[in-house]
């Protein structure tokens, strides 16, 4: 262990330094993934951070897989020597090649690839060590030359006579994934790009552009036919459907979306839109009700909306009870949640329910304020008050003339409603239902039979109130 070290607030004043080889020859033929990877890569060695596989794939927001593939890339390109796969280890290399002496070839063996390959790019001369890459290459894909030499064409077709020898590796490599081995194989696919042009011209008319597709798009419309199945109809509709900057990349993510969803014809994906609006819609109308904002409602669409849309309750009734929650003074959407769970439980889904169970909750609060005056008291109803109500009355089976009654028998109480459940319960106890009853009971002249304390075991108790559940059952 080093006896010695930065601090944290040092690591984060000094600066991660990236190569210009990097730079000039990599970052432009890279995708993004790769070049956060790289540079994320090369900060936690300079850092000496949490500097492990998990943290790295959490950052990035990548899969272990993911991270893999791409250093075995970077392995290819030269930029790093992947010293171990579980757990994955790696080093960064110097990127200077003078420090890393090219692999030795026989002059004669490349003189034919290395004449095809230099007039290929009549404007500027190859230099050693770019002749090295493409040697490398050929010997760890065992691609055929004369393939790999198509290809060259195809990207220069496609990039420009600028274009480097990484982009080159990039598209051979997605190639070589598709089972391209030979120059016919290269022919088939040459002529598949070429087939799909006027597809190709459909879906950029319908994202808004004018300009060509280049290579990673052209792989990208072949994926969403080939591996993900999707026909161009639907296509054209995902592309029509997006919002905002239409680009090829969000098309892409997009129709990544609908295929994780199983969805895959232009009317699902019309549902699906105009699904997820009034969603949006409703999320809206809601927040608005309550009192709250959110400048994203992804998050709330996602936790509150669905779900209550999902358990059956209508547009209305959600808005009902926002607009009740927010004279009741619950004014986000955790305490309207719960709200909402409470009408669910009780099956009140749509507006004319929520209306039901408001009325009876306010002629039930009328009824218990009734009771509070009776007993001389002129306070607001309580959540404990409606509890002691529903037991007198739906549990015990009090009408509300003997509640009532018994209300009077606690004016001058300090605490009515504990007096009152007291008062009631030896009637129920008693088998009295009556107000009569109750008179008669209450009456001076009654004198009640002596009560006779006992005392139990502790088994006894156990058996009786040892199994809550069924407490409610017992015939008493």
């Not at 080159?168 to 598949?192: P, S, Y």
């Not at 109750?438 to 039979?449: C, I, L, R, T």
Request: proline letters at 3%; hydrophobic letters at 35%; charged letters at 25%.
């Amino acid at each position: 262990m080093s006896f010695a070290r930065f601090s944290s607030d040092f690591l984060m004043e000094t600066f991660t330094l990236v190569d210009n080889l990097f730079v000039h020859e990599h970052l432009p033929y890279l995708e993004e993934k790769q070049i956060k990877v790289y540079i994320y890569g090369l900060y936690l060695c300079g850092t000496g951070g949490d500097n492990t596989t998990e943290n790295l794939c959490t950052v990035l927001d990548l899969t272990e897989d993911e991270l893999m593939a791409i250093y075995k890339e970077f392995e290819d390109l030269g930029l790093v020597k992947v010293l171990n796969t579980t757990p994955l280890e790696v080093k960064y290399l110097s990127l200077k090649r003078g420090m890393q002496p090219p692999k030795k070839y026989k002059a004669e063996r490349w003189n034919d690839f290395n004449t095809t390959l230099q007039s290929l790019f009549p404007d500027r001369l190859i230099t050693p060590n770019e002749y090295n890459e493409y040697y490398n290459f050929v010997e760890n894909t065992k691609i055929q030359e004369d393939v790999l030499l198509m290809i060259v064409q195809y990207c220069i077709d496609a990039k420009g006579p600028s274009v480097r020898y990484p982009y080159v590796f990039a598209v051979a490599r997605n190639w070589i994934q598709d089972g391209v081995r030979t120059v016919e194989d290269v022919e088939l696919k040459l002529n598949e790009f070429e087939q799909q042009s006027d597809e190709m011209r459909e879906v950029l008319l319908a994202l808004g552009r004018k300009s060509g597709a280049d290579i990673e798009e052209k792989q990208a419309l072949r994926k969403w036919k080939r591996s993900w199945g999707y026909e161009l109809p639907a296509i054209l509709t995902a592309a029509k459907l997006m919002r905002g900057g239409k680009t090829f990349k969000k098309l892409d993510a997009k129709l990544d979306e609908y295929y994780r969803m199983n969805i895959f014809s232009s009317e699902e994906m019309k549902e699906y839109v105009a699904y997820r609006e009034h969603l949006t819609e409703l999320a809206i109308a809601i927040n608005k009700t309550i009192g709250v904002y959110y400048e994203s409602l992804e998050h709330v669409i996602e936790v509150y909306t669905i779900p209550w849309t999902t358990k059956g309750f209508s547009d209305d009734a959600l808005l009902k009870i926002a607009h009740y929650c927010f004279v009741s003074g619950v004014r986000n959407l955790e305490g309207m949640n719960t709200i909402v769970g409470k009408f669910y439980s009780q099956g009140y889904l749509t507006a004319e329910g929520v209306d039901e169970f408001v009325s009876a909750g306010l002629k039930q609060d009328g009824k218990i304020k009734e009771i509070i005056e009776r007993t001389g008291g002129t306070r607001n109803v309580t959540a404990k008050d409606r509890e002691f109500y529903r037991t007198w009355s739906v549990t015990w089976g009090f009408d509300d003339s003997v509640i009532l009654y018994a209300a009077e028998l606690a004016v001058g109480k300090t605490f009515s409603m504990p007096f009152m459940n007291q008062l009631l319960s030896g009637w129920k106890n008693a088998g009295i239902t009556t107000v009569d009853g109750a008179k008669k009971a209450s009456s001076p002249k009654q004198h009640p039979e002596t009560y006779t304390e006992r005392s139990y075991t502790d088994d006894e108790l156990k058996s009786l109130f040892g199994d809550i559940e069924n407490f409610d059952n017992l015939d008493v």
